[in-house]
C-alpha cells in the first residue's frame, strides 16, 4: 500500500510538471506600424476621413500618391480638428490592395489604417504639381 501512495504520488507530481513546461498560448501577431504624410480630408458621410496624396515615411515601403481611409484606434485619436491640413498617420494598415495611382476608385475600397498617431506637419495642404496633371 505504502508503494502504491508513493507510485501515485510520483504521478501526480509528474503530471504537474508536464502542464506547468506546456507553452502558453500565443496572441496572433499584429501587424507593424506604418507612418504615412497626407493631406486629411472629410470623406462622403460623416466621420470618415480620408487620407490623400499620401506617402510612406520611414520603413520599408516607398509608396506615394495613395489615399486611405483613416480611423482612430480610440477615443484619444481626433481627427476632425485636421481636416484641411498635412499629418503624419501612424497605425496599422490593412491588407486591402492600394489602388493604382489616380484611379477612381469609392472609399469603400480604399485601404485603412487604424490610427495610433496623428501629428499635423502644416495648418495647410499643398498639393504637388504632379498630382495635378493626372
Known amino acids: ?40 480630408a472629410q470623406g462622403n458621410t460623416p466621420g470618415v476621413f480620408i487620407l490623400q496624396n499620401a506617402k510612406s515615411v520611414g520603413g520599408a515601403t516607398t509608396e506615394s500618391n495613395v489615399r486611405f481611409v483613416v480611423t482612430p484606434k480610440d477615443s484619444t485619436i481626433t481627427l476632425r480638428p485636421h481636416v484641411t491640413h498635412l499629418v503624419q498617420v501612424t497605425g496599422v494598415r490593412d491588407a486591402t490592395p492600394t489602388p493604382p495611382a489616380g484611379s477612381a476608385v469609392p472609399e469603400s475600397a480604399l485601404p485603412k ?13 499643398v498639393v504637388p504639381v504632379a498630382s495635378l496633371t493626372r
Not at 504521478?11 to 497626407?38: D, K, M, N, R
Not at 489604417?113 to 495642404?125: D, L, P, V
Open 1 to 40: 500500500m505504502k508503494h502504491l501512495l508513493k507510485i501515485v504520488g510520483l504521478c501526480v507530481l509528474a503530471s504537474g510538471l508536464v502542464s506547468a513546461q506546456a507553452a502558453p498560448p500565443q496572441a496572433p501577431p499584429q501587424a507593424p506600424e506604418v507612418t504615412f504624410e497626407g493631406c486629411l
Open 113 to 125: 489604417i487604424t490610427a495610433s498617431k496623428i501629428t499635423m506637419m502644416s495648418n495647410e495642404c
